[in-house]
Structures are given as structure tokens and as C-alpha cells.
């Protein structure tokens, strides 16, 4: 435990996660001091473990990669989705395309956020580990603090205030309000796998996505021999249960021919967990003195595994804004509208998916992408995380058109009987 001290810092930075270890060693870069206060003491258990190939591109310019090669993650070179009703599936292979490369990485979220933070660290953050922020008060000059902490509390000054504290909201609590976003409120449950059955060649890497009456399951390959899988159901089934987790897990698994069968002769390591996967809006994103990033502005759904990288994307595009805002002088809400749409518009495309990959329809030109009109590349781009900064008009208009057919394919379905209707009220 290292102790916060007497002096005041340029910004304070609340949360030590991807969003907050991005932010906070980028703006060192840009000369300003910065504390970062993470109430967990690392490493630390965390579900996310499916990086896109955009993550890779911002691990160098972020000055970690090399860190991160030598954990020897598992590479990722695609994506694979199978939908158990129409018994389509597709394995998507990322392109070296716009900058990215055509890989991402499977990491254990507990050695990758240590590695992030540690890089931090080593960059000059000062970081405060177990310590909770309490009590903001904000004025024109600055932000007052309090930094509870084993053996006492610190009253920490600083001019400005980054909230990258995930689903705890800080800022939201403290200064706003959280906005539940209806029918997709979504329960997890997973667990890690010794043993289950592995792709052959570069498709070993790949995270797998299996759609099933009850909801999804998610698979995804560590390096070695322990796979994280789990699934993603509607709150609903798991509060009418009658028996523990773990049998709820099974009973899921057996519904899933693909899942069990790929689960056969191997090995549960550890507990089942449970993680509630609402859906969210945080506001104010911005203020004057403040902003948010990652998780601390909004949680949708993990199914395009694109958390982490807007986590530090948005912790990246903050960087920037903070950088312009103290050479300025400049800390008034409106200066920060810029950033705030930046990753509003980021971030759509994502929503987008996600609330499509729950109508049938959707999935029956997901998983059957043709390559008219460039639409097989313009899905790949956004499940890379091509689209956060932006997309030329032949990519716009290739998404455009593919959505176009959805709807076009849900009105055959409606005709023909078939399902039309959402899967989100599962």
C-alpha cells in the first residue's frame, strides 16, 4: 500500500482497471501528474477475457505490448458464432486492414490488468492500492477527495477528476444518476474448463459464440489447457431455479450439443460464478472538472467482446481531451462535448450489433455474410473494432445495406411463420 500524501495532483484518476491504467499513463505522458486510486489489491478475479485486434494496435501506441507478449497470451485471429435454431454458424477471420492487425488476444483478465497497472506505475502514476474515493466536492478551481485507505483516510486535492470505475459508478452516485436500459438486463454464468476440446491450427484461438433457445454461451481459449466458458441468460431463469448455480450451468451445457460435447472428459477448475449483466446509461459523462470512461459511462452486452477495448479507447480519446484542457486553462463541461460524442459514436456500432444478434433475422445474414457490396468486410471491421474511429462511406453504406436485408428477411419471415420477433425479452 503506498500512501496518497500531502500535495495535490494534476488529475486523480479512480479505478485501476483498463480504462483507468490507459488514462492515467497516457496523460503522464502529456507532462501532467497523476494518482490513481484502485480499491482492490491486484491480481484480482474479472470476467472479459476476449480481446479484439483494435486492443493490439492501442498496446503499442500505449508502449505495454511487449508486456503483454511475454504473458504468453493465446492469439486470436477470429471469431466463430453458431445459432443453435437455424443450425447456421460462421467463423469470422480478422484482416490486417485500416491500421489494425489481424489479431487480438485471450488473456486472463487478472494478469492483464496487473500488467496494464503495473505499466502505470512504471510510467510515473502514482497509485494508491486498496483505497476508495469518497466524498467529491467540486469547486472552480478543483476537485476535494476523500482516499479511505488501510490505517486511515487522506483529503486529496486535484484539478481535475477521471472516473474509470466501472460498474460502481463513482461520478453517477455521487453527482448523477444511473439509467437501466429495458430487456436486456442478462445474467452470467461461467466458469473455467480444464481439458475441453481445442479448434486445430490458427482456429485454436478463436472465441466461439453459441446462441441457444435460453440465451448464449461464450467460449474462450486461454494459453495451455483451461478454456473460460460460460452463458448468458435472462434473469428470469435463473431466479426461478430451484437448485444451486452449478446445476443451472449443467442443465445449460446439456441444452448445447456443441457445448457438451466440446465440455466431454474435460474438468471444471474452480466455483461457478455469477455475475449480473445488466444494461446501463451513466450521466453526466462529462462535468466541469470530470469525465468518464469505459464501463463508468454505459454496459450493454459482452456477446461482440468489446468491452475492454472501449474501455481503452474512451481512456485513450480522454487522455487527449484532459491533455487540451490544461493547456487551455480550460475545465468548463462544454469543452469535453467533443470527447463525449467521439465515443458516443464509437460505441454505437456496437449497440447496434448487439441489439440485431438478438432477432432472428439478424442471424440469418450474419451468419451467411456474402461479400456484395464489401458487407462481409464491414462486419469483420466492426468486430475488430475498426468502426470506433470512424468509417469511410463504402463501409457506412455496406452496413446500411446489410441491415437493409435484415429487415427485408424479417418481413419473409413474418410471412412465412416463422420468428420474427426479438430474443431480448428471453
Partial sequence: MVAVGPRSWDVLV????????TAATLMVHRGLSVALAERETFPRF?????????????????????AIRKAGPLVKYGAAFHDQESDLGYAFRFRQDGGLPGYGYQVKRAEFDAILLDHARSRGVHVVQPA??????????????????????????????????????????????????PNLGKVALFAHQRGARR???????????YVFPEGWFWWIPFAGDVTSVGAVLHARTVRSWT?????????MIARVPAVADGLAGAERVGPVHRMANFAYRNRPVVGNRFLAVGDAIAFVDPIFSAGVYIA????ELAAEAVGRAFETGRFEARRFRAYERRVARGMRPFFRFIHGYYRPAFLDIFLDPQPFLGMREAVTSVLAGGAFHGMGWRQRFALETFFGITRLRAGIRRIQGRPAASRLEW
Fill in 14 to 21: 479512480v479505478g485501476g482497471g483498463p480504462a483507468g491504467s
Fill in 46 to 66: 474479472h470476467v472479459g477475457e476476449s480481446l479484439l485486434p483494435a486492443n493490439t494496435a492501442l498496446f503499442d501506441r500505449l508502449g505495454v505490448h511487449e
Fill in 132 to 181: 476508495t474515493v469518497t466524498r467529491p466536492v467540486f469547486d472552480r478551481d478543483g476537485v476535494t477527495v476523500e482516499v479511505e485507505r488501510p490505517g486511515g483516510v487522506d483529503h486529496v486535492r486535484t484539478r481535475f477528476l477521471v472516473d474509470a470505475s466501472g460498474r460502481e459508478g463513482f461520478l453517477a452516485r455521487a453527482v448523477g444518476r444511473r439509467h437501466r436500459r
Fill in 199 to 209: 479448434f486445430a491450427g490458427i482456429e485454436e484461438g478463436h472465441i466461439r459464440i
Fill in 243 to 251: 437448485g444451486s448455480l452449478g446445476t443451472l450451468y449443467d442443465a
Fill in 312 to 315: 481503452m479507447q474512451s481512456a
